[in-house]
């Protein structure tokens, strides 16, 4: 499954930056997030629990960062487990960029899961998947104090 | 699998579920015909630690005229609907819709009420309640709420009702002579889940449309009105032109989302499709 997306947040990058890197800020962002530490500089560990439709599945997981750009982009790999519900794993890039108004975060997302989940829920993955994007970004402007600007309303420059 | 171990309630009445959900809180389940539930507990994708069964509750049965309204209540089944003479006399997109739904066994213990409030965003029920201007009423321990089928349906599996909320029964303003409608749907398998699916609904004018419904399902998070389609459409001569004006303009506006084995752009040639086929249909 790939997901790509952009978001515009009405705060400035450095800001942003550090929201994305703050773990208390990340959960209150992340949706269901029961519980989030930092291993090490580059690693972090969660717990969090999903709900989305009848799925109410608790995902143990571990993000890994790397290729570290200071207000401008990294990677991070991920996996998580939720027991007899199934795994994901995968990998995203995040970019941030200036722009009217805010900061454009770009994200792109390739993942796989497997499991119970994948089986029954293959068809609405992509939908669920965007659902959780979507929640994180508006719950994650709204910690900045910002909030999440409509690309339509974004008068482009090109 | 088997699920997880669960207390199981089944209250005769209303007030005694709507009690029985307010004390039990966001571990409860509601439980009627049980065709997405229990495949989700057996999976264990879901551990609730109580089920309350509401099937004994007279509030939420039965499919009723009322004046200019027909009330379907929350527990009619699929194959009640399919059946009744009342829904083939007032409201016939959902006996047209009806044989859509999975197969027989399901049809027959899967609910109304249960597949709106579920809110897949591929069944049915939810997008012909749209077409159909629906009201939703809805009990909580503070009493009755309305609320209109569009404020319904908010997100993917997310409907505007709360944790301690039951859908009681639907209101549907009953059809007229001049109401035309097209139910359509294209799935791989009769059965299966629709690729995309349109339920359409107009008041028939000579060569003209009026007061369109199109609501496109099965192609994004939710059901989808396609309203700049309808106005589109709306109180115009239809001829070929308009159509293929129509077609691509549902095209434009719906916003597709692709699922693992259809892209986006298959999905948005799809709507075309439906669209075409409905008006067509509609106009014969």
Request: charged share 25%.
């Amino acid at each position: 499954m790939e997901l790509n997306g952009e978001q515009l947040i009405a705060a400035p990058i450095p800001e942003v930056w550090k929201g994305l890197n703050d773990i208390d800020v990340l959960a209150k962002s992340i949706p269901g997030c029961e519980e989030i530490n930092r291993i090490a500089p580059e690693e972090i560990h969660a717990k969090v629990m999903f709900k989305i439709g009848p799925v109410r599945a608790r995902f143990a997981g571990k993000l890994l960062l790397s290729d570290i750009v200071e207000d401008q982009s990294c990677s991070m790999a991920f996996e998580g487990s939720g027991g007899a519900a199934g795994f994901a794993k995968g990998k995203s890039r995040v970019e941030l960029k200036p722009a009217d108004g805010g900061t454009l975060v770009c994200y792109t997302t390739e993942a796989s899961i497997g499991g119970k989940l994948g089986q029954i829920g293959g068809r609405l993955i992509s939908a669920s998947a965007k659902k959780i994007a979507d929640d994180f970004f508006q719950r994650f402007a709204a910690e900045l104090g910002g909030e999440i600007i409509p690309l339509e309303d974004v008068p482009t420059e090109e | 699998m088997k699920s997880a171990a669960f207390d199981y309630v089944k209250p005769g009445s209303l007030t005694e579920a709507l009690g029985l959900l307010a004390e039990a809180g966001e571990d409860a389940r509601l439980i009627a015909g049980g065709q997405t539930l229990l495949a989700t507990l057996n999976m264990r994708l879901s551990e609730p630690s109580v089920l309350i069964d509401i099937t004994n509750v007279e509030e939420l049965k039965g499919i009723t005229l009322d004046g200019k309204h027909l009330r379907i209540g929350a527990l009619v089944t699929h194959t009640e609907i399919e059946e009744s003479d009342l829904i083939a006399k007032h409201a016939p997109l959902l006996k047209a819709a009806a044989p859509h739904i999975a197969h027989r066994a399901i049809r027959n213990l899967g609910t109304w009420g249960g597949s709106l409030a579920y809110g897949d965003p591929a069944a049915e029920w939810p997008a012909c309640s749209l077409a159909l201007n629906a009201t939703m009423i809805i009990h909580s321990p503070s009493g009755e709420r309305r609320v209109a089928a569009s404020d319904f349906f908010i997100d993917l599996y997310t409907t505007s009702l709360e944790p301690d909320d039951i859908l009681v029964a639907t209101e549907i303003p009953i059809a007229d002579s001049a109401q035309v409608f097209c139910f359509q749907e294209l799935a791989r398998r009769h059965g299966d889940y629709a690729v995309a699916g349109l339920a359409a609904v107009a008041q028939k004018q000579g060569d003209m449309l009026t007061q369109c419904k199109f609501i496109f399902f099965s192609v994004g998070a939710t059901p989808l009105m396609a309203g700049k389609t309808q106005s589109w459409i709306d109180g115009k001569n239809l001829n070929e032109q308009l159509i293929v004006d129509a077609v691509k303009t549902a095209r434009e506006e719906i916003e597709v989302i692709a699922d693992l084995t259809n892209s986006a752009e298959a999905k948005q040639h799809l709507v075309g499709v439906l669209l075409e086929r409905a008006l067509k249909q509609m106009m014969a």
